[in-house]
């Protein structure tokens, strides 16, 4: 009997000393926050210093990396370069081919010495030919001189019965002779001068004519010896020697350089944070093959237009490597970069996690008189960790932080 008495008595105790513990632990969780500093906090002033983070690629420069075809038709004789091959601007890279062009070009060459031999003799022969045209209207002007002074004479001796009607008859016909021939030759002297002004055009033409014929084979020529149009490393070879290109409207790609000297960063913004991003800004970014080096460079240009990639808009933001890279960095490498912006002194902020979206409008739950209480406010710039207000709150009001905590209007919160 004793014993079970003393079994119910430990049996109470138990009861009441459980019922005790639970009193108090649901008080003790019911009265306050298991961490009040990060439950709440205080409203105040920070300077926020913000910053960008997106992906990108290392890509070439705009006119650093240039794909070298021809622009005629013909077979590769040689190849000179291979991948990996550093090429000098104004290297040969490969040849076509020539044989034809050269047959063609000698061609033009002689139709240019056929048309130069032609004008030398017109300026050699035809001024012989007006010179004589020259001295026979000068002996027939002469000769017409002297046939008016021997007509004058026979008409005074024809006057004084010295002469007869005869003579003078025949000095008249004498001078309409040599008047007919003057002008005769004055013609004759008019078409060479004529004649040799326009022969000598047209002969003038004719070697312009060959000449740009001759220039124009060269030029043909010359295309059939392909160039390096930049400094660079071959980055890569689709023809090889013994293939046979043709050239249309786009030309036949034998390699492609790249000046790995001239690089930039291709970064890809979300539109939620483009418009904080303006060229000059600061950046640094690290890539795959170098994780713990960081280069330095700075945005230089925004693509205006979008990047959809999976319903996502990005823009295509250009940031210009300051560092020295010395053939570290080669293009299409994957790229972290954090874009910085300018600093905001002296902000009222509150922590970031603490604002929350409800039907649309940024939310804070403050702490009035130990209840909480929702209030829409309008936000500002924004840091990893706090975010600005603009209106709202005042500075010293205590919010809460604890995303997990229920949003209802006048829950008390006790100190």
Excluded: C
Excluded at 269 to 288: L, Y
Aim: charged share 25%.
């Amino acid at each position: 009997m004793k014993r079970k008495n003393k079994a119910i008595w430990i049996i109470v105790v138990l009861f009441w000393a459980a019922l005790a513990g639970g009193a108090w632990w649901a008080l003790r969780h019911r009265t306050e926050p298991s961490n009040p500093g990060e439950a709440t906090a205080k409203v105040g002033r920070r300077d926020l210093a913000s910053s960008v983070l997106a992906t990108g690629a290392v890509k070439p420069q705009v006119g650093a990396e240039v794909r070298v075809g021809a622009r005629i038709s013909g077979k590769v004789e040689r190849l000179y370069v291979n991948i990996g091959d550093v090429v000098k601007k104004g290297q040969t890279i490969a040849e076509l081919e020539k044989a034809d062009l050269e047959a063609r070009v000698s061609q033009r060459n002689a139709e240019l010495q056929v048309a130069q031999a032609k004008r030398a003799a017109l300026q050699t022969l035809r001024p012989k030919e007006i010179e004589k045209a020259e001295a026979d209207v000068a002996q027939w002007q002469a000769t017409l001189t002297l046939n008016r002074k021997e007509l004058t004479r026979q008409e005074e001796l024809l006057k004084q019965d010295f002469t007869s009607q005869q003579a003078r008859d025949r000095a008249q016909e004498q001078l309409s002779v040599s008047e007919a021939r003057l002008a005769a030759v004055q013609k004759a002297l008019e078409l060479a001068r004529t004649s040799y002004d326009e022969d000598l055009k047209q002969l003038a033409a004719e070697v312009e004519r060959t000449k740009a014929a001759l220039a124009d084979a060269q030029v043909q020529l010359s295309y059939a010896t392909i160039t390096a149009p930049i400094s660079g490393v071959i980055g890569s070879v689709s023809t090889q020697e013994g293939e046979t290109v043709a050239a249309g409207l786009n030309a036949p790609t034998f390699v492609t350089i790249e000046d790995l000297g001239r690089l930039q960063v291709d970064t890809f913004v979300d539109e939620v944070d483009i418009g904080k991003v303006v060229p000059g800004q600061k950046a640094v970014f690290t890539v795959d093959a170098f994780p713990s080096r960081e280069f330095t460079g700075k945005v230089v240009a925004i693509y205006p237009k979008a990047v959809i990639q999976e319903n996502v808009v990005n823009y295509d933001v250009v940031v210009e490597i300051t560092d020295k890279y010395d053939g570290l960095l080669r293009p299409d490498m994957t790229a972290s970069v954090t874009i910085f912006q300018e600093t905001h002194e002296n902000m009222l902020t509150v922590p970031a996690k603490a604002v929350k979206r409800e039907r649309g409008k940024n939310v804070v739950h403050v702490v009035v008189n130990g209840k909480v209480e929702p209030r829409e406010i309008k936000v500002g710039w924004k840091d990893s960790q706090w975010i600005e207000i603009l209106s709202g709150l005042d500075e010293g009001q205590t919010v809460l932080v604890n995303a997990e905590l229920p949003q209802t209007t006048n829950r008390e919160v006790r100190p």
